[in-house]
């Protein structure tokens, strides 16, 4: 019989490390994955409703030996409803037995290490000096890079843009139109929702002659001219970047140059920087495996027997 650890999302959130722990472990795993020692098949995903995805995210970390999987959906529908974009679940499994040893809430981590992945890049790669920032969308994702945002630079002036504009308000200094939130921004986050036939506005002539793009929302709002004349484009998964572009997103988008884990193991640079981070399991995994130490350390969670 398997007995499982059970975490809600309460629980993975008071378990979190503090945001430059994150930012670590997100660049320990991007590395570990650009060396070849995580298994990470590309995410395999069912479409029941128009934009919407359920997706299954299997990895597997050699260096730490660690085996989860992340069943995590999609609805934007769901703000009509009042329930979540993204809801998920993260099992992790025995690498030795493969028996199943704990269910973690997805919800915390995804926001969380999403956030991360961007933080580690603005780390690395943006301007030097940056002092102004774009978050276009403002939902839960443009909430949580706005906290590694001030993370990384206390006194960062955040400009934002959200059809809600209290949303937009509650993270910054809020504006009528992406361009004018975009216009002076070194680092510009898009975080809008993922559909099947975006309208991308944000063209090379809307960005400053230094700046880190990262679009964590694919092509809603970034134009295939704007990665276009960027120095240096990194993905999270080359791999998976194909794969989505088969299915029809990143219309017109040039291939990347190399892997973030690449462009962070070997210092790589340029003065227009788009890291197009699509969300790993490896991430995931890492996240889920750090949380579950402390839970177990701490006498967290709930306990189920199979």
Same mark, same amino acid.
């Given at each position: ?116 992945? +961007?933080?580690?890049?603005? @780390? ?36 934002? &843009? ?12 809020? &504006? ?73 997103? &990143? ?7 190399? +892997? ?8 790589? +640079?340029?003065? @227009? ?22 839970? @177990? ?10």
């Amino acid at each position: 019989m398997a007995e499982l650890t059970v975490l809600s999302r309460d629980d993975v959130a008071a378990l979190m490390p503090p945001i430059p722990a994150q930012l670590d472990l997100v660049e320990q795993t991007y590395i570990a994955m650009a060396r070849g020692d995580v298994e990470l098949p590309p995410k395999p995903g069912i479409h029941p409703r128009p934009n919407a995805f359920i997706h299954a995210m299997p990895a597997y970390l050699r260096t730490t030996d660690v085996a989860a999987l992340k069943w995590v959906s999609g609805y934007p529908s769901n703000k009509q409803r009042g329930l979540p974009y993204i809801s998920g679940v993260i099992l992790v499994n025995d690498a030795d037995t493969g028996l199943p040893t704990a269910i973690l809430d997805a919800a915390e981590i995804t926001a969380a290490r999403t956030a991360a992945a +961007s933080g580690a890049c603005i @780390r690395r790669f943006a301007p030097d000096g940056w002092s102004t920032a774009a978050i276009l969308g403002c939902g839960e994702q443009g909430r949580y890079h706005a906290l590694v945002l001030t993370a990384l630079n206390p006194d960062v002036a955040i400009h934002t &843009f959200d059809i809600d504009h209290d949303a937009a308000t509650s993270l910054g200094e809020a &504006f009528d139109n992406p361009l004018d939130a975009v216009s002076g921004a070194q680092v510009i986050v898009t975080a809008g929702p993922i559909v099947d036939s975006p309208t991308p506005v944000i063209t090379a002539d809307w960005l400053p002659p230094e700046h880190l793009l990262l679009p964590i929302d694919f092509s809603f709002y970034v134009h295939a001219d704007a990665i276009a004349a960027a120095d240096l484009v990194t993905t999270d998964d080359v791999e998976q970047f194909e794969s989505y572009r088969g299915h029809g997103h &990143f219309d017109g988008w040039r291939d990347p140059d190399c +892997s973030t884990g690449q462009a962070l193991n070997e210092s790589r +640079s340029g003065t @227009r920087i788009a890291c197009v981070n699509l969300g790993v399991g490896a991430l995931d995994a890492a996240f889920a495996h750090y949380v579950l130490d402390e839970a @177990r350390r701490q006498g967290v969670g709930a306990s189920v027997r199979l």
